[in-house]
C-alpha cells in the first residue's frame, strides 16, 4: 500500500473501488428496484445492509467473505427520495445514463448494440435502481437469497441476476489473461492516478477537488465515486474464425489475435515480447504492466497503434507532442476496471489454442461475455473518454477507419472499408474487419456512496 491510500478513508470507502476481490471466485451482480411508495423501508434496509470496506477488503486471506458492496442510478437516488438539490446536483452524464440517443451514439450502442435490444437497463424495461455487487468463496446464490429476502421485504424487486464465472488464469473469454493493467491511487511511478481521479472530493489531475454533489450543505456524495456497467456479449467463435484465416497455422492466428489486443494470451505485453518472439508464459511476463511505446515502440512495429490496450491506454505515446505531455493527457483518463466474465467457455480450459481446434464444434451455450465494471470520478472524462476518444475513434493515431479491433463497430466510412492496420517498416498492412465481435447487452451509470452515506439513508 502506498502513502496516499493510506490518507484516504479506508473504513468508509466501499472496498470493491480499491479491490477486485480475486480471491473471492464467486460473484453475482444484483440489478434491483425499488416499489413506488417504499422509500422509507427501502433506506432502512439499506443502512443496515453490512457493506464491505476497503479496511476489510484489505485483509484478504484473513476474510473469507461475503463480501457486499451496492450502488445506485440517478433515477434510484430519486426513488429512495434523497433531497432535490441534492440530486439536482449529479452530473449530467450520469443523471441521463448512457440510453439517451447521443450517449448511444457516442459510445457505440448502435445496430444490434442499440438501448431498444438490450436485455436490461433500457427505458421500456423494468428500472434498475440500485445494484447489489456481492463475492463470496462458494454459495454465492444463498448469499443472495438472503439479501434479497430481507430486501423483498423492504419494497425491493430484483430486475435481475447478473451471474459471473470466473476462467482459468484470469483469461477473459477470447483467451487472454485480463485485469493485468489497474491504475493505483498513489505513487507509484507511471501508473499512479490522483486520489481525486476516482474519488469525489480529492485532488484530480488537474490540481482540482473532484466535484462533490450537494457539498457543501450535504456530505452524501463526499468520498464516493462513480460505476459504469456494461454486459458485453463476446463472439469467441466469430472473433477465432476471423484470426483463424489470417493465417495457415494456429500460431499465426494467435499472433494476429495478439497484435488486436497488444498482449500475448499469456499477458505479456507484445511491445517487449514481439510479435515474432512468440508467447513468454512466465509469471513475471504475464503480470507485466512495466512498459510505455514511444521508446520502444514508436512505430508499432511491436505492438500495433490500434491495439485494445494501446489505444485505451496509449501511455507515453500519440495524445500529444511529447511522451511527458502525453503522460500528462492519459493520466486525466484513467479508470479502475473490475469486470467478471460470465457465460460458460467455448472451451472449459479458455486457451486459445483450444478454441481454434473447437471452431467447428457444436456450441450449445453460446451467451458468454463480460461483465464490464469500472470506477472513476467522471464517467465523461474518463469511461466515456476512453471509449469514444480512443476505442471507437477511427482516426487514432491518424489511423484510416481503424476503431479497436477487439470491441469496436467496423463500418464503413466515406468509402473507406473498417480495417485494422498492422504497421510495418515502411507501410501497413490493413486487415479488412468483420462487422463486431462484442456486443452490447445491457448498461447502466452508477454512483458508489461510502459505507458512512449509506448508512446515513436510516436517518434521511
Ligand atoms: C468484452 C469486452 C472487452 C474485452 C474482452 C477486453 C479485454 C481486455 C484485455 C485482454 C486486456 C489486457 C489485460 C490487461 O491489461 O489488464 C484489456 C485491457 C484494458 N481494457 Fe479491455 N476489454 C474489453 C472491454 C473494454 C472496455 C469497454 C474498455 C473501456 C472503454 C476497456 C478498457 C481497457 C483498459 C483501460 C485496459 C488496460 C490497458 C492498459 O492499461 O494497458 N476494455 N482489456
Redesign the pocket.
Known amino acids: 500500500m502506498n502513502n496516499l491510500t493510506e490518507e484516504l478513508p479506508l473504513h468508509e470507502l466501499q472496498g470493491i473501488v480499491l479491490h477486485g476481490y480475486g480471491h473471492l471466485y464467486e460473484a453475482r451482480f444484483v440489478l434491483l428496484s425499488i416499489r413506488p411508495g417504499r422509500a422509507k423501508d427501502a433506506r432502512r434496509f439499506l443502512a443496515s445492509l453490512k457493506l464491505t470496506t476497503a479496511a476489510t477488503a484489505a485483509r484478504k486471506a484473513a476474510e473469507p467473505g461475503p463480501f457486499v458492496n451496492v450502488a445506485f442510478t440517478h433515477r434510484g437516488l430519486e426513488a429512495l427520495g434523497l433531497d432535490s438539490a441534492l440530486l439536482d446536483n449529479f452530473p449530467r452524464d450520469f443523471v441521463e445514463g448512457p440510453t439517451t440517443e447521443a450517449r448511444a451514439r457516442l459510445l457505440g450502442d448502435q445496430g444490434e448494440s442499440r438501448p431498444s435490444e438490450w436485455l436490461w437497463g433500457a427505458p421500456a424495461k423494468a428500472p434498475v435502481h440500485a445494484v447489489l455487487l456481492a463475492y463470496a468463496h462458494r454459495d454465492i446464490d444463498s448469499v443472495c437469497d438472503d439479501v434479497l429476502r430481507d430486501a423483498a421485504d423492504a419494497g425491493f424487486e430484483q430486475v435481475e441476476r447478473l451471474e459471473t464465472i470466473r476462467l482459468p488464469r484470469r483469461q477473459?473469454?477470447?483467451g487472454?489473461?485480463?485485469?493485468?493493467?489497474?491504475p493505483t491511487i498513489g505513487a507509484v511511478p507511471g501508473n499512479a492516478v490522483a486520489a481525486g481521479e476516482i474519488l469525489l472530493g480529492h485532488k484530480n489531475a488537474f490540481g482540482e477537488p473532484a466535484h462533490v454533489p450537494g457539498a457543501p450543505k450535504s456530505a452524501f456524495a463526499l468520498n464516493g465515486t462513480y460505476a459504469v456497467l456494461?454486459q458485453?456479449e463476446?463472439d469467441v467463435r466469430g472473433f477465432w474464425s476471423f484470426c483463424r484465416a489470417q493465417g495457415s497455422s494456429d500460431g499465426d492466428a494467435v499472433r494476429f489475435a495478439s497484435q488486436m489486443?497488444?498482449?500475448w494470451p499469456s499477458?505479456a505485453p507484445l511491445v517487449k515480447h514481439a510479435p515474432a518472439d512468440g508467447d513468454p508464459r512466465t509469471d513475471a511476463a504475464s503480470n507485466d504492466?512495466d512498459f510505455e511505446y514511444a521508446m520502444a515502440d514508436a512505430k508499432g512495429l511491436r505492438c500495433p497503434f490500434g491495439a485494445?490496450?494501446r489505444r485505451?491506454?496509449p501511455?507515453d505515446w500519440g495524445t500529444a507532442s511529447s511522451a511527458k505531455e502525453c503522460r500528462t493527457v492519459v493520466s486525466r483518463h484513467r479508470?479502475i476496471?473490475r469486470g467478471r466474465a460470465y457465460g460458460s467457455p467455448l472451451c472449459p480450459d479458455a486457451e486459445p489454442l483450444s478454441y481454434l481446434k473447437a471452431l467447428d464444434a457444436p456450441d450449445p451455450r453460446p451467451n458468454r461475455?463480460?461483465h464490464?465494471l469500472?470506477f472513476n470520478a467522471n464517467i465523461e472524462q474518463q469511461?466515456e473518454f476512453?471509449?469514444r476518444q480512443w476505442?471507437n475513434n477511427p482516426k487514432f493515431a491518424g489511423l484510416v477507419n481503424g476503431v479497436d479491433p477487439?470491441?469496436g463497430d467496423h463500418r464503413r466510412l466515406a468509402g473507406e472499408e473498417p480495417a485494422f492496420s498492422i504497421q510495418r517498416e515502411l507501410t501497413a498492412e490493413r486487415v479488412k474487419m468483420p462487422a463486431r465481435f462484442?456486443r452490447t447487452r445491457g448498461a447502466a451509470y452508477l454512483f458508489m456512496p461510502t459505507v458512512r452515506a449509506v448508512a446515513s439513508l436510516a436517518e434521511s
Open positions: 477473459e473469454h477470447f487472454f489473461r485480463d485485469g493485468i493493467a489497474q456494461r458485453l463476446q489486443v497488444g498482449r499477458g504492466n485494445h490496450i485505451s491506454n501511455r479508470i476496471r461475455g463480460l464490464f469500472c469511461f476512453v471509449q476505442c477487439l470491441i462484442v
